[in-house]
């Protein structure tokens, strides 16, 4: 609590801003200070944010700010502040409507919750967030809700309930018409499955999956991350006519998922190569390494541009360091041969006063 005390702690003391732009301008830039990276930056951002928020009662703002701190917490392995954050961010998103929002936190409280080794808490707040993400509709938040959800089930034995997580997942998505969601419902649920090896239904819901696949309107990016999964599962089962035949599908649609046409091709080869037909396995690991070269051409040639102008860059400092010590040495030179000259025209003004002196000295004696 003492850095949320921290955050809080100068709102009053802000002048209010004429609108919400400084804001929005501070949360956007906060948005990409954490996508370059630069972590810190982007907590300075939001901490702004939940300083200013309150006086122009932005609730919705303040809590995703909060919300994002939690994030960049949990990337900076701070579980606690990560905790509390999330924790005052779901306290403003109760007073509202947004139940997708509180979904949302909910989730990741649980997820923190299992990381800190309290499982019983992790399932009860995932519990409060499937049933909050239920009651928005939202898709979106269903879909995180229930994926968080049934993995926090599984990790704790709770194998029967995550799965019927997931099936709610799915119906809910047919029951919307959303059938790139089903496919994302499936593809966990084919991880789950395979990881227990339930050789059963992993085969029952990859009818399921072909079914959905058949019902696509246009083939979109889900489509062939599931068709990936489906090359996948059906690799591992040694069954290499049906990734063969996966991987043509791919192939026909040009990927669209995860996969790089060089790594569609690769695939294919080694199906051929594990049904012993070496010919057309050696023809395909060619147009793999051909389409890699080609693929990668570019970026291969723009990194070595950019090193070579690294090097250059570098080269160029250092003739500049050079230049800059000789330099300095040619100036410490000429100040050590002024310095000499000084001693010397000092040293004869201090033997001419001395002479002088002496001769005054013999004067008046001679005088006397």
Same mark, same amino acid.
């Given at each position: 609590?003492?850095?949320?005390?921290?955050?809080?702690?100068?709102?009053?003391?802000?002048?209010?801003?004429?609108?919400?732009?400084?804001?929005?301008?501070?949360?956007?830039?906060?948005?990409?200070?954490?996508?370059?990276?630069?972590?810190?930056?982007?907590?300075?951002?939001?901490?702004?944010?939940?300083?200013?928020?309150?006086?122009?009662?932005?609730?919705?703002?303040?809590?995703?700010?909060?919300?994002?701190?939690?994030?960049?917490? /949990?990337?900076?392995?701070?579980?606690?502040?990560?905790?509390?954050?999330?924790?005052e961010a779901l306290r403003l998103a109760e007073h509202t409507h947004d139940y997708a929002e509180q979904a949302n936190l909910q989730s990741n409280i649980a997820l923190?919750?299992?990381?800190?080794?309290?499982?019983?808490?992790?399932?009860?707040?995932?519990?409060?967030?499937?049933?909050?993400?239920?009651?928005?509709?939202?898709?979106?938040?269903?879909?995180?809700?229930?994926?968080?959800?049934?993995?926090?089930?599984?990790?704790?034995?709770?194998?029967?309930?995550?799965?019927?997580?997931?099936?709610?997942?799915?119906?809910?998505?047919?029951?919307?018409?959303?059938?790139?969601?089903?496919?994302?419902?499936?593809?966990?649920?084919?991880?789950?499955?395979?990881?227990?090896?339930?050789?059963?239904?992993?085969?029952?819901?990859?009818?399921?999956?072909?079914?959905?696949?058949?019902?696509?309107?246009?083939?979109?990016?889900?489509?062939?991350? +599931?068709?990936?999964?489906?090359?996948?599962?059906?690799?591992?089962?040694?069954?290499?006519?049906?990734?063969?035949?996966?991987?043509?599908?791919?192939?026909?649609?040009?990927?669209?998922?995860?996969?790089?046409?060089?790594?569609?091709?690769?695939?294919?080869?080694?199906?051929?190569?594990?049904?012993?037909?070496?010919?057309?396995?050696?023809?395909?690991y060619d147009r793999a390494v051909k389409t890699a070269d080609s693929l990668y051409a570019d970026k291969l040639k723009q990194q070595a541009s950019d090193f070579q102008?690294?090097?250059?860059?570098?080269?160029?400092?250092?003739?500049?360091?050079?230049?800059?010590?000789?330099?300095? /040495?040619?100036?410490?030179?000429?100040?050590?041969?002024?310095?000499?000259?000084?001693? +010397?025209?000092?040293?004869?003004?201090?033997?001419?006063?001395?002479?002088?002196?002496?001769?005054?000295?013999?004067?008046?004696?001679?005088?006397?």
């Open positions: 609590m003492l850095i949320l005390s921290l955050v809080f702690m100068s709102a009053l003391a802000l002048p209010q801003p004429a609108d919400t732009l400084y804001i929005r301008t501070l949360s956007d830039k906060g948005v990409d200070y954490f996508k370059s990276g630069d972590l810190d930056a982007a907590l300075k951002c939001y901490r702004k944010v939940c300083e200013a928020a309150p006086l122009m009662r932005d609730t919705a703002r303040w809590s995703a700010a909060l919300s994002s701190m939690g994030a960049i917490y /949990r990337r900076k392995q701070m579980p606690d502040s990560c905790l509390a954050c999330y924790q923190c919750y299992l990381s800190a080794q309290k499982p019983d808490m992790a399932m009860t707040t995932s519990d409060k967030a499937v049933s909050a993400a239920r009651r928005s509709g939202e898709m979106e938040a269903i879909m995180f809700a229930g994926y968080a959800g049934s993995s926090i089930y599984f990790r704790c034995g709770a194998y029967a309930k995550g799965i019927q997580v997931l099936h709610n997942l799915v119906e809910e998505a047919a029951r919307q018409d959303k059938p790139q969601y089903m496919l994302r419902g499936y593809r966990i649920m084919l991880q789950m499955f395979d990881r227990r090896g339930m050789r059963d239904s992993v085969s029952h819901y990859m009818r399921a999956m072909d079914s959905t696949l058949n019902v696509m309107p246009a083939y979109t990016r889900e489509a062939a991350m +599931a068709l990936e999964q489906q090359a996948i599962i059906y690799t591992k089962y040694r069954n290499f006519r049906k990734s063969l035949e996966v991987h043509q599908k791919l192939l026909n649609h040009q990927g669209g998922g995860n996969l790089t046409i060089d790594k569609i091709y690769l695939g294919m080869a080694r199906n051929y190569y594990s049904l012993r037909d070496y010919l057309r396995a050696m023809k395909f102008s690294h090097i250059k860059a570098q080269d160029e400092a250092l003739l500049e360091s050079e230049s800059q010590q000789k330099a300095l /040495r040619q100036e410490i030179h000429t100040l050590r041969k002024a310095l000499y000259i000084a001693i +010397a025209i000092a040293g004869l003004l201090v033997t001419g006063l001395l002479w002088r002196m002496k001769k005054n000295r013999h004067g008046l004696h001679e005088l006397k």
